[in-house]
C-alpha cells in the first residue's frame, strides 16, 4: 500500500498507517502457535485455544502465514481507505503537480490541472520487463558457458542481447515521451 500510493489518488494516510498496523497484528497473532502457553498461568487456556485455532496457518509454513498476511492486511487497509475520506483535492492537485506520477489512477488530478504526467506507466511496465530479460538472459548465457551448456549460453544470450534492443528503444521511446510533456 505504500507504493500503491503513487499509482492511485484515493489511497489515503489512515489506508497506510492502517496497514502497518495490521500486518504488524496479524504478524503477532499468527506467531500464537509457536509459543508454549501452558506456563502462562490463568490466561493460558485461552492462548492454548487461540494457538489450536491458528495451529493449520502455522503449520502450513512461512507461505501460508504469508499468504494470510498479506490478504488480511489488504482486506484491512482497502476497508479502512473506502470508510475513510480522501485527501482533499487542493492537496492531491498540489502533489500531482510536483511529482507528476503517470498511470490511469491519477487520470482524476490530470483532468483537473490539465498538466501532463512526466511518467508513462506503460513504459517503465515494459522496460521493467525488458531489463529483466536483460538480466536472466546474461545469467543464464554466463551459467551456460561456465557449465559448457552451449545451448543453454546461446539461448540466454540470444535473450539477452533482444531484451537489450527491446530496452534501448523502449527507454529512446520513453525519453522523447518526457522531454515532450516538460
Same mark, same amino acid.
Given at each position: 500500500? /505504500?507504493?500503491?500510493?503513487?499509482?492511485?489518488?484515493?489511497?489515503?494516510?489512515?489506508? #497506510?498507517?492502517?496497514?502497518?498496523?495490521?500486518?504488524?497484528?496479524?504478524? /503477532?497473532? +499468527?506467531?500464537?502457535? =509457536?509459543?508454549d502457553?501452558? $506456563?502462562?498461568?490463568?490466561?493460558? $487456556? %485461552?492462548?492454548?485455544?487461540?494457538?489450536?485455532?491458528?495451529? %493449520?496457518?502455522?503449520?502450513?509454513?512461512?507461505?501460508? &502465514?504469508?499468504?494470510? =498476511?498479506?490478504?488480511? =492486511?489488504a482486506? &484491512?487497509?482497502?476497508t479502512? @481507505?473506502?470508510?475513510?475520506?480522501? #485527501?482533499?483535492?487542493?492537496?492531491?492537485? !498540489?502533489?500531482?503537480?510536483?511529482?507528476?506520477?503517470?498511470? %490511469?489512477?491519477?487520470?482524476?488530478?490530470? #483532468?483537473? =490541472?490539465?498538466?501532463?504526467?512526466?511518467?508513462?506507466?506503460?513504459?517503465?511496465?515494459?522496460?521493467?520487463?525488458?531489463?529483466? !530479460?536483460?538480466?536472466? !538472459?546474461?545469467?543464464?548465457? &554466463?551459467?551456460?558457458?561456465? +557449465?559448457?551448456?552451449? $545451448?543453454? @549460453?546461446?539461448?540466454?544470450?540470444?535473450?539477452?542481447?533482444?531484451?537489450?534492443? /527491446?530496452?534501448?528503444?523502449?527507454?529512446?521511446?520513453?525519453?522523447?515521451?518526457? #522531454?515532450?510533456?516538460?
Amino acid at each position: 500500500v /505504500l507504493i500503491l500510493r503513487w499509482f492511485w489518488w484515493r489511497i489515503n494516510a489512515w489506508a #497506510e498507517i492502517a496497514a502497518m498496523l495490521a500486518g504488524l497484528g496479524i504478524a /503477532l497473532l +499468527l506467531y500464537i502457535p =509457536t509459543i508454549d502457553w501452558s $506456563g502462562a498461568g490463568p490466561i493460558a $487456556g %485461552p492462548l492454548t485455544a487461540v494457538a489450536d485455532l491458528l495451529q %493449520p496457518i502455522a503449520s502450513a509454513g512461512p507461505a501460508g &502465514v504469508l499468504t494470510v =498476511t498479506a490478504f488480511g =492486511t489488504a482486506a &484491512v487497509w482497502l476497508t479502512v @481507505m473506502f470508510l475513510t475520506p480522501p #485527501e482533499p483535492d487542493a492537496i492531491l492537485d !498540489g502533489f500531482y503537480l510536483r511529482a507528476r506520477p503517470g498511470g %490511469p489512477g491519477w487520470r482524476r488530478q490530470r #483532468e483537473r =490541472t490539465g498538466v501532463e504526467p512526466l511518467q508513462d506507466l506503460s513504459i517503465d511496465l515494459w522496460s521493467t520487463f525488458f531489463g529483466i !530479460g536483460v538480466i536472466y !538472459g546474461a545469467m543464464f548465457a &554466463v551459467g551456460g558457458a561456465l +557449465l559448457s551448456r552451449w $545451448g543453454v @549460453m546461446a539461448a540466454g544470450a540470444a535473450i539477452a542481447a533482444a531484451a537489450t534492443v /527491446l530496452l534501448r528503444r523502449i527507454r529512446h521511446r520513453g525519453a522523447i515521451i518526457r #522531454e515532450a510533456r516538460r
